[in-house]
């Protein structure tokens, strides 16, 4: 069992910039990847960002590219997303979740963290 708790998020005003950190307790051994989804009112939750647990190798959905930066810190088992040059469409409930080598899918989910860009 994994658990997650994110925090970092609030309100900012467009063009700035908010750093999301998501910790990570319990059975961390055998997580492939971590990710940070978002979901605004109205819309399907999507993939925002993934960091492989080792190795590091990112990835970054077009619409963030260049803005957000997602990092992990295994010694504290943290995994941050800074969020830079932010947009009011990037209004979201953001969670960060785990993805598991045994189940290949993203099955233990944090709480989400409120962050509001207005404009």
């Known amino acids: 069992q994994v658990q997650l708790v994110e925090s970092g998020g609030g309100l900012v005003q467009a063009g700035g910039s908010l750093r999301l950190s998501c910790a990570v307790s319990g059975r961390t051994f055998g997580l492939l990847s971590m990710g940070w989804f978002r979901q605004a009112p109205g819309k399907e939750r999507e993939i925002v960002a993934t960091?492989?647990?080792?190795?590091?190798?990112?990835s970054y959905a077009d619409s963030v590219k260049g803005r957000f930066t997602i990092s992990r810190d295994n010694a504290k088992n943290t995994v941050y997303l800074q969020m830079n040059s932010l947009k009011p469409e990037d209004t979201a409930v953001y969670y960060c979740?785990?993805?598991?080598?045994?189940?290949?899918?993203?099955?233990?989910w944090g709480q989400g963290t409120q962050v509001t860009v207005s404009s």
């Open positions: 979740a785990t993805r598991s080598r045994t189940t290949m899918s993203y099955d233990s």
């Open positions: 960091i492989y647990w080792s190795g590091g190798s990112t």
